[in-house]
């Protein structure tokens, strides 16, 4: 059985595109909302099993209604829909344990991959998203290492110690400590102590 859902967005003609596409494939649209305020009234009410949020809306915002609903333990799952490419907002979302990110420019064609991947309790990140936000955030001099390097990079990301890496790659823990060193002086870091690890650990999405 399809899900129950409710759609909210404060533009007339992205609402009435959203319900006639949800309807159109089978979905139950349980109530629509044009800001905020409603939107969380409606989740409170209705209790669907999916909401979909538009960020930018009067009196709440998308994330304010995630909030709210994380507050009062309301079970609906989260799809946002939005304009916005930014990594503050991803991490954000990751953060409320959202659902689904979707982007408006291709909400059509992606929803239902993203509802479907709901549906069985996986979230879904819009993959043009993904995407931009690699190519956009990608750390300065990273291509400019070797493949062993980086392989380097992807042992650190998993918390191993230089000994565990040297296993794991055949190599010895001084030609390790020299991969590091030259990783070090290529990524332009401060020579302080665990300034490799921290790097690592603020960019490991463009490493594994």
């Given at each position: 059985m399809n899900s129950n859902i409710i759609i909210a967005d404060d533009h007339p003609i992205i609402l009435k595109g959203l319900n006639d596409f949800l309807?159109?494939?089978?979905?139950?649209?349980?109530?629509?909302?044009?800001?905020?305020r409603e939107a969380i009234d409606l989740i409170r009410k209705e209790?669907?099993?999916?909401?979909?949020?538009?960020?930018?809306?009067?009196?709440?915002?998308?994330?304010?209604?995630?909030?709210?609903?994380?507050?009062?333990?309301l079970p609906s799952?989260?799809?946002?829909?939005?304009l916005e490419k930014d990594i503050g907002l991803y991490y954000k979302c990751k953060e409320l344990s959202i659902y689904g990110y979707v982007l408006k420019e291709f909400a059509l064609e992606e929803l239902q991959n993203c509802i479907s991947s709901v549906e069985k309790g996986k979230p879904y990140f819009s993959p043009e998203l993904?995407?931009?936000l690699k190519t956009e955030h990608k750390p300065e001099h990273l291509d400019e290492l070797t493949p062993t390097e980086i392989?380097?990079?992807k042992h650190i990301a998993l918390n191993k110690t230089a000994k565990e890496i040297g296993e794991s790659m055949f190599i010895s823990n001084r030609t390790v400590e020299k991969h590091k060193s030259n990783i070090i002086k290529k990524l332009?870091?401060?020579?302080?102590?665990?300034?490799?690890?921290?790097?690592v650990k603020e960019n490991q999405k463009h490493i594994l």
């Open positions: 309807v159109e494939n089978g979905y139950h649209v349980t109530g629509m909302a044009i800001n905020g209790k669907p099993d999916i909401a979909i949020l538009d960020i930018q809306m009067p009196y709440l915002t998308g994330i304010d209604v995630v909030e709210i609903c994380r507050k009062e333990n799952k989260i799809i946002i829909i939005t993904i995407n931009y392989e380097v990079l332009e870091l401060e020579p302080i102590q665990n300034s490799l690890l921290i790097w």
